[in-house]
């Protein structure tokens, strides 16, 4: 079969999912891998990839979410798509030169609205759907907040044929013809763990690092007094240096994971990857959710499972820290009981529906105009930007 694998170029945690499963796919049949962003740099290497248009959140200059400028960013190309404008052709002229049977979409709207065009059976494999799908933990605010992200991804991905949702816990109630499996771990993961070890550091990693410790010195000027060597990766510098005991890495795939394998304990972003990595190799995480409800949704998780605890960027103080690095021990306790690898799950039923789909034709999507939907999804996001400002307010006294 000729598969074409879509991935969101958001952030590495849809490449590393991708770079988990695309070994045996490519083993079985011809893929052609279309990516964007941070996953096109991460898979080009190793896998048969084209680089594509991608959309991706926008943040202010303390790391908080902006849907004005989001919207702003990113419209002139959602509208281009929905309106079977020029980037949407050239993606559909290449799935139809590829000659693919079936198209799989991890969180990638491009792949998943050309796939809907050509009428080409499409499989969505990727972590948001848990938030889409089931019924996961989230604050009272976020249950709200969540309809903008639940929507907006509707409104870009459709309806496809099969649905598999990756999460490192258990899915809450997910809806009849849902599956779901664990966390997707690359063999490198797995093998890191039988050399797993604490030299005694701290790894750091966050997500736009530049914007998140730029506007507060004092993070780093805390993390200089723990006594510890930090490794602290996120940063976008090009090359390591050293201040004081903090280390500030270029994103490399095997030095992470080195640093990963062997350090005390974690404080990270609430990437669902980066977070199943850390649990599998029983690393206890203070987690720092981006400005997203599905970083807050795998944050509030993390906390539920006894593993680690969250808190927001702001609350990164000194006092947070130290007193997370000294309940290390019991959450080292709880991390035992929640390893898992779904991987094998995963390619097994990615397979199973491959082979199921392969030369049908699907009922086109039922849609909504682009005029209906924008208006539907409308109250959503003035209600969550309202939010974010009336935080901005707050937070600037």
Same mark, same amino acid.
């Given at each position: 079969?000729?598969?074409?694998?879509?991935?969101?170029?958001?952030?590495?945690?849809?490449?590393?999912?991708?770079?988990?499963?695309? @070994?045996?796919?490519?083993?079985?049949?011809?893929?052609?891998?279309?990516?964007?962003?941070?996953? $096109?740099?991460?898979?080009?290497?190793?896998? @048969?990839?084209?680089?594509?248009? =991608?959309?991706?959140?926008?943040?202010?200059? &303390?790391?908080?979410?902006?849907?004005?400028?989001?919207?702003? +960013?990113?419209?002139?190309?959602?509208?281009?798509?929905?309106?079977? #404008?020029?980037?949407?052709?050239?993606?559909?002229?290449?799935? +139809?030169?590829? %000659?693919?049977?079936?198209?799989?979409?991890?969180?990638?709207?491009?792949?998943? /609205?050309?796939?809907?065009?050509?009428?080409?059976?499409?499989?969505?494999?990727?972590?948001?759907?848990?938030?889409? $799908?089931?019924?996961?933990?989230?604050?009272?605010?976020?249950?709200?907040?969540? /309809? *903008?992200? +639940?929507? #907006?991804?509707?409104?870009?991905?459709? !309806?496809?044929?099969?649905?598999?949702?990756?999460?490192?816990?258990?899915?809450?109630?997910?809806?009849?013809?849902?599956?779901?499996?664990?966390?997707?771990?690359?063999?490198?993961?797995?093998?890191?763990?039988?050399?797993?070890?604490?030299?005694?550091?701290?790894?750091?990693?966050?997500?736009? %690092?530049?914007?998140?410790? #730029?506007?507060?010195?004092?993070?780093?000027?805390?993390?200089?007094?723990?006594?510890? @060597?930090?490794?602290? $990766?996120?940063?976008?510098?090009?090359?390591?240096?050293? +201040?004081?005991?903090?280390?500030?890495?270029?994103?490399?795939?095997?030095?992470?994971?080195?640093?990963?394998?062997?350090?005390?304990?974690?404080? &990270?972003?609430?990437?669902?990857?980066?977070?199943?990595?850390?649990?599998?190799?029983? !690393?206890? =995480?203070?987690?720092?959710?981006?400005?997203?409800?599905?970083?807050?949704?795998?944050?509030?998780?993390?906390?539920?499972? %006894?593993?680690?605890?969250?808190?927001?960027?702001?609350?990164?103080?000194?006092?947070?820290?130290?007193?997370?690095?000294? *309940?290390?021990?019991?959450?080292?306790?709880?991390?035992?009981?929640?390893?898992?690898?779904?991987?094998?799950?995963?390619? *097994?039923?990615?397979?199973?529906?491959?082979?199921?789909?392969?030369?049908?034709?699907?009922?086109?999507?039922?849609?909504?105009?682009?005029? %209906?939907?924008?208006?539907?999804?409308?109250?959503?996001?003035?209600?969550?930007?309202?939010?974010?400002?009336?935080?901005?307010? /707050?937070?600037?006294?």
């Amino acid at each position: 079969m000729r598969i074409v694998y879509g991935v969101m170029g958001f952030g590495r945690g849809h490449a590393t999912r991708a770079a988990a499963v695309l @070994p045996a796919l490519m083993a079985n049949h011809e893929v052609l891998v279309l990516a964007g962003g941070d996953a $096109y740099d991460f898979l080009k290497d190793r896998f @048969p990839t084209e680089r594509i248009p =991608m959309i991706c959140y926008q943040y202010n200059g &303390s790391g908080e979410y902006d849907l004005f400028k989001t919207l702003s +960013v990113n419209l002139p190309l959602v509208f281009n798509v929905v309106n079977k #404008g020029e980037v949407l052709q050239k993606v559909t002229r290449r799935i +139809v030169e590829f %000659g693919a049977d079936v198209v799989i979409s991890d969180s990638e709207f491009l792949t998943h /609205r050309a796939a809907r065009e050509l009428c080409i059976p499409r499989i969505s494999f990727d972590h948001i759907g848990v938030m889409v $799908y089931g019924q996961p933990l989230l604050s009272a605010r976020d249950k709200f907040m969540s /309809r *903008r992200d +639940v929507e #907006g991804y509707k409104l870009l991905m459709g !309806k496809p044929q099969r649905t598999i949702c990756a999460a490192f816990y258990p899915m809450r109630n997910p809806q009849p013809g849902v599956d779901s499996v664990g966390a997707i771990l690359r063999d490198d993961v797995i093998a890191a763990k039988k050399t797993a070890s604490d030299k005694g550091h701290i790894l750091v990693y966050l997500n736009k %690092g530049d914007d998140m410790l #730029g506007p507060r010195p004092e993070i780093a000027a805390n993390l200089q007094k723990l006594g510890r @060597p930090v490794m602290l $990766y996120g940063t976008g510098c090009r090359k390591a240096r050293i +201040v004081g005991n903090i280390t500030y890495k270029p994103l490399s795939k095997i030095g992470f994971l080195d640093d990963l394998k062997h350090c005390h304990a974690i404080i &990270s972003s609430a990437g669902n990857q980066l977070c199943g990595e850390a649990i599998y190799l029983g !690393k206890p =995480m203070l987690v720092v959710p981006d400005d997203a409800v599905e970083q807050r949704m795998n944050a509030m998780e993390i906390e539920a499972m %006894g593993v680690g605890e969250q808190t927001t960027i702001n609350q990164l103080r000194l006092p947070l820290i130290t007193d997370f690095l000294a *309940r290390r021990d019991t959450f080292i306790d709880a991390l035992s009981h929640h390893v898992s690898d779904g991987k094998a799950e995963a390619i *097994r039923l990615l397979e199973q529906y491959i082979a199921e789909l392969a030369g049908s034709v699907p009922k086109p999507d039922k849609e909504l105009s682009i005029i %209906g939907k924008t208006l539907g999804i409308m109250p959503y996001l003035a209600a969550a930007q309202w939010v974010g400002v009336k935080q901005q307010w /707050r937070a600037a006294g």
